[in-house]
């Protein structure tokens, strides 16, 4: 009796599932888990983004993970009690389970190596930008991180339907030397388009003006930075306390991850974490760890390992190589790309040349000034030292 009652219950729910499919366009649904308890909102606000998920897209079917509210019983629930731990083990049963395809949660344990890719809506011209990256860390090393938060920000807006996303890095510390190895990458072959800035300058260096333009499709930052911008597109219409804008922290992309697990925060309000299912059902439904493998086989082919060798931190010898300047002459030029990090050194590099410089910022980023009649050779040094 115990075999045909399980096996009427199983006939019952793959019934009640093509049913479901057939009423909402005969369509298969991608299944996604919400971690429903934990919000700074109230539980409520949770469990508004899973019926308005499904309400904006019906082939997306939300498993609410947490103990079950009234009022809410329409949901589909995974209960659990009113435990964190207890939700986020349930969460990982249900994923390793084959239950859902991908999971909403407002906090995760990543291992290092492993991000997650963000996304904005900017005000100008309404456009989306992917902020790469928001929560996680791909890398301990900063610029590491940042060319393979480039790498997985391509790889989550392909997942979500941007065929031919555009990139660009944002002007912070070790932005010169993350853009100047995606032009390498380019260069020997892998399929990057840069994006161009707003500003007159262009080029695919972004500042503030690009962010609010939507300037590009992939914005290239490092993880703290990219978590405050979430923070600051999601609640600047709101005051800060609720975040009512946007489609979260994104779904987490890394070397060997076969998770789709998105992140919101405590304070992200309904729309918000509707959006983040929908936008987690889209990485889970195109194969986003197929995407991100292929990415990073397209990029190591042309030389990935080698970049990323060059930007680990070189150990000190004994004794370092004392240079000093020439004799100071007028500088009245100068040149710009050179990354903040390696400004210094790309000084000394020219005095060692026998070429007199001096360091300076501009409003862009920093400058080296030199002699207008040192322009080719500074060029030539800079580019033959691999600061340029």
Known sequence: ?????????????????????????????????????GSELGQEELC???????????????????????????????????????????????????????AVALHYPFPVGVTTIGKVFTPAKGKPCFVASSTGTSSSVRTEAMLRNAIYGVAVAKSAGVAEPTVGVLNLDGAQTVLRALQKLKDNGYGISFAESVRKDGGAILRGNDLLAGAADVCVT?????????????AWTTGGNYEAMGWGYGPSAGEGWSKVISIISRA????????????????????????????????????????????????????????????????????????VLEIENAVKALWKAGIYAESSMGCTGPVIKFAK????????????????
Request: proline share 4%.
């Open 1 to 37: 009796m115990t075999d045909n009652a399980s096996v009427k219950a199983l006939i019952g729910e793959i019934l009640g599932e093509i049913i479901d499919e057939a009423r909402d366009g005969g369509g298969k649904k991608t299944k996604v888990g919400l971690m429903a308890y």
């Open 48 to 102: 508004r983004g899973a019926r308005l998920a499904m309400q904006n897209d019906p082939s997306v079917k939300v498993f609410c993970i947490g103990p079950k509210l009234a009022g809410f019983e329409d949901l589909n629930w995974i209960e659990t009690a009113a435990n964190e731990q207890e939700i986020s083990a349930a969460m990982e049963k249900a994923l390793g389970d084959g239950i859902i395809e991908g």
């Open 222 to 234: 490092d993880t703290l930075t990219g978590n405050v911008l979430m923070k600051l597109f999601g």
């Open 268 to 339: 992200s309000g309904a729309p918000v974490i509707a959006s983040a299912i929908s936008l987690n059902a889209n990485a889970a439904k195109n194969g986003l760890p197929a995407i991100v493998a292929k990415e990073l086989a397209a990029a190591r082919a042309a030389g990935l390992d080698e970049l990323i060798e060059a930007m680990q931190p070189k150990k000190e010898t004994a004794e370092a190589e004392e240079i000093k300047a020439p004799a100071a002459e007028p500088t009245d030029e100068e040149i710009h790309g050179v990354d």
């Open 373 to 388: 009649r040192n322009e080719e050779k500074v060029k030539e040094t800079l580019t033959k030292e691999n600061y340029l």
